[in-house]
Nanobody, 127 residues
Framework: QVQLVESGGGLVQAGGSLRLSCAAS????????MGWFRQAPGKECEFVAT????????SYADSVKGRFTISRDNAKNMVYLQMNSLKPEDAAVYCC????????????????????WGQGTQVAVSS
């Protein structure tokens, strides 16, 4: 069973940058398409970005396109989310997720397509 642990959250000023990391355990990580989601207080879980198991395809929410970049290092069992030009509305708990029940799956933007979730890392953005 793959386990996911996020890190890299914190407090940053608007316009600043953060790099979130998601460490995955287990040998089959390289089979799984991964995603980042976020949830702000009082709001539903929101898709942020997804990257295919092979790393050669990705997709972003319109709200972060051009500012955020998702990447993965399969040799290190890691997924990253580089966040630039942060805005106060980006503040949320960010979670990484894996499509472990569908190996070698395409990218997906629905939270229901993911079956493994990390605990999340808090991102706060001051204006």
């Amino acid at each position: 069973q793959v386990q996911l642990v996020e890190s890299g959250g914190g407090l940053v000023q608007a316009g600043g940058s953060l790099r979130l990391s998601c460490a995955a355990s287990g040998r089959t990580f390289t089979w799984y398409t991964m995603g980042w989601f976020r949830q702000a207080p009082g709001k539903e879980c929101e898709f942020v970005a997804t990257i295919k198991w092979s790393g050669n395809s990705d997709s972003y929410a319109d709200s972060v396109k051009g500012r955020f970049t998702i990447s993965r290092d399969n040799a290190k069992n890691m997924v990253y989310l580089q966040m630039n030009s942060l805005k106060p509305e980006d503040a949320a708990v960010y979670c990484c997720a894996a499509r472990s029940k569908v190996p070698f799956a395409p990218v997906a933007e629905l939270s229901g397509d993911y079956d493994l979730w990390g605990q999340g890392t808090q991102v706060a953005v001051s204006s």
